[in-house]
């Protein structure tokens, strides 16, 4: 990125930098972080194919703990099976 910039405002800059301990460039992304805040992309649903195309894919954290309510679910089914 090519910036142009006032001499005097370029000096300050420097001399910024330098109290600081950083670079120059560090110095501006430092000011400009304080300025703007980004704000957060949001997440999108991953899309499913084929002819479940109209319903969301679960996300991670709702895949595991499905996963581990059905596991429990089959555990105790077994145990219960084998008693008899």
């Known amino acids: 990125m090519t910036l142009r910039i006032d001499s005097d405002l370029l000096a300050e800059l420097k001399a910024r930098a330098i109290a ?3 670079s120059t460039s560090a110095e501006v992304v430092s ?4 300025q703007i805040v980004v704000k957060p992309r949001r997440a999108r649903a991953t899309p499913t194919m084929g002819m ?3 319903y969301e894919a679960p996300d991670l954290d709702e895949l595991s703990n499905d ?3 059905l596991a429990a679910m089959f555990e105790s089914s077994i145990r219960k099976n084998t008693r008899k």
Do not use: D, V
Request: glycine share 16%; hydrophobic share 30%.
């Open 52 to 54: 479940y195309a109209q």
């Open 31 to 34: 000011l400009l972080r304080k």
């Open 67 to 69: 996963g581990q309510a």
């Open 20 to 22: 600081e301990g950083r």
